[in-house]
Protein backbone atom coordinates (compact mmCIF):
# COMPACT_ATOMS: atom_id res chain seq x y z
CA UNK A 1 0.00 0.00 0.00
CA UNK A 2 1.00 3.04 -1.01
CA UNK A 3 0.23 6.53 0.66
CA UNK A 4 1.09 9.70 -0.38
CA UNK A 5 0.36 13.12 2.13
CA UNK A 6 0.44 16.82 0.10
CA UNK A 7 0.65 19.80 2.63
CA UNK A 8 1.67 23.58 1.59
CA UNK A 9 -1.82 24.52 0.31
CA UNK A 10 -3.21 27.87 1.32
CA UNK A 11 -4.39 31.35 0.41
CA UNK A 12 -1.75 33.38 -1.04
CA UNK A 13 -2.34 36.81 -3.27
CA UNK A 14 -0.87 37.19 -6.78
CA UNK A 15 2.47 37.00 -7.66
CA UNK A 16 2.75 35.17 -4.34
CA UNK A 17 4.48 31.91 -3.76
CA UNK A 18 3.87 28.89 -2.32
CA UNK A 19 5.63 25.14 -1.93
CA UNK A 20 3.66 22.18 -2.22
CA UNK A 21 5.61 18.94 -0.41
CA UNK A 22 4.36 15.54 -0.61
CA UNK A 23 5.41 12.82 1.60
CA UNK A 24 5.44 9.12 0.41
CA UNK A 25 5.22 6.09 2.28
CA UNK A 26 7.56 4.11 0.09
CA UNK A 27 10.98 5.10 -1.95
CA UNK A 28 10.32 7.80 -4.96
CA UNK A 29 13.00 4.84 -6.51
CA UNK A 30 9.66 2.40 -6.50
CA UNK A 31 7.68 4.79 -8.71
CA UNK A 32 7.77 5.11 -12.32
CA UNK A 33 6.57 8.52 -12.43
CA UNK A 34 5.43 10.67 -9.86
CA UNK A 35 4.23 14.40 -10.38
CA UNK A 36 1.32 17.33 -9.49
CA UNK A 37 -1.69 17.62 -10.65
CA UNK A 38 -4.60 20.03 -10.12
CA UNK A 39 -8.38 20.43 -10.60
CA UNK A 40 -10.29 23.90 -10.42
CA UNK A 41 -13.94 24.29 -9.90
CA UNK A 42 -16.11 23.00 -12.88
CA UNK A 43 -12.80 21.66 -14.73
CA UNK A 44 -11.12 18.60 -15.19
CA UNK A 45 -7.90 17.46 -13.40
CA UNK A 46 -5.07 18.43 -15.46
CA UNK A 47 -1.33 17.76 -15.37
CA UNK A 48 1.19 20.30 -13.56
CA UNK A 49 4.15 19.13 -13.53
CA UNK A 50 5.74 15.61 -13.48
CA UNK A 51 9.46 13.42 -13.25
CA UNK A 52 9.60 10.36 -15.49
CA UNK A 53 11.75 7.30 -14.61
CA UNK A 54 15.01 9.19 -15.68
CA UNK A 55 13.98 12.05 -13.62
CA UNK A 56 13.35 14.09 -16.17
CA UNK A 57 11.10 17.26 -14.99
CA UNK A 58 8.19 18.40 -17.55
CA UNK A 59 5.66 20.93 -16.83
CA UNK A 60 2.33 21.87 -18.45
CA UNK A 61 3.03 25.20 -20.56
CA UNK A 62 0.95 27.23 -18.25
CA UNK A 63 3.36 26.84 -15.59
CA UNK A 64 6.38 26.99 -17.26
CA UNK A 65 9.08 29.51 -15.67
CA UNK A 66 6.77 30.05 -13.01
CA UNK A 67 6.78 26.13 -11.47
CA UNK A 68 9.34 24.07 -10.15
CA UNK A 69 9.53 20.45 -9.28
CA UNK A 70 12.18 18.76 -7.22
CA UNK A 71 12.50 15.65 -4.61
CA UNK A 72 14.17 15.05 -1.54
CA UNK A 73 14.97 11.28 -1.93
CA UNK A 74 16.60 10.96 1.58
CA UNK A 75 12.42 11.65 2.81
CA UNK A 76 10.79 10.50 0.02
CA UNK A 77 9.01 13.71 -0.17
CA UNK A 78 8.17 15.36 -3.31
CA UNK A 79 8.15 19.26 -3.89
CA UNK A 80 6.48 21.60 -6.11
CA UNK A 81 7.37 25.11 -5.87
CA UNK A 82 5.34 27.73 -7.06
CA UNK A 83 6.11 31.23 -8.06
CA UNK A 84 4.43 34.09 -9.32
CA UNK A 85 1.23 32.77 -8.78
CA UNK A 86 -1.90 33.73 -10.44
CA UNK A 87 -5.71 33.42 -9.91
CA UNK A 88 -5.53 31.01 -12.61
CA UNK A 89 -3.86 28.68 -10.39
CA UNK A 90 -6.58 28.43 -8.07
CA UNK A 91 -7.22 24.47 -7.26
CA UNK A 92 -7.12 21.38 -5.36
CA UNK A 93 -3.77 19.76 -5.97
CA UNK A 94 -3.11 16.77 -6.09
CA UNK A 95 0.27 14.53 -5.72
CA UNK A 96 0.49 11.34 -8.19
CA UNK A 97 2.67 8.37 -8.19
CA UNK A 98 2.82 5.41 -10.78
CA UNK A 99 3.84 1.64 -10.62
CA UNK A 100 3.29 -0.60 -13.25
CA UNK A 101 0.68 -1.95 -11.42
CA UNK A 102 -0.77 0.56 -9.61
CA UNK A 103 -1.82 4.47 -9.59
CA UNK A 104 -1.70 6.25 -6.51
CA UNK A 105 -3.09 9.93 -5.32
CA UNK A 106 -3.03 11.96 -2.03
CA UNK A 107 -5.95 13.78 -0.68
CA UNK A 108 -5.34 17.12 -2.61
CA UNK A 109 -4.30 20.60 -0.93
CA UNK A 110 -6.24 23.71 -1.75
CA UNK A 111 -4.10 26.58 -3.22
CA UNK A 112 -6.18 30.17 -3.34
CA UNK A 113 -4.54 32.90 -5.51
CA UNK A 114 -6.85 35.97 -4.71
CA UNK A 115 -6.63 39.66 -3.14
Known amino acids: QVQLVESGGGLVQPGGSLRLSCASS????????MGWYRQAPGRQRESVAY???????NYADAVKGRFTISTDTSQNTLYLQMNSLKPDDTAVYYC?????????WGQGTQVTVST
Open 96 to 104: NAKRAYGDY
Open 26 to 33: RSIFSFTS
Open 51 to 57: FTSAQTP
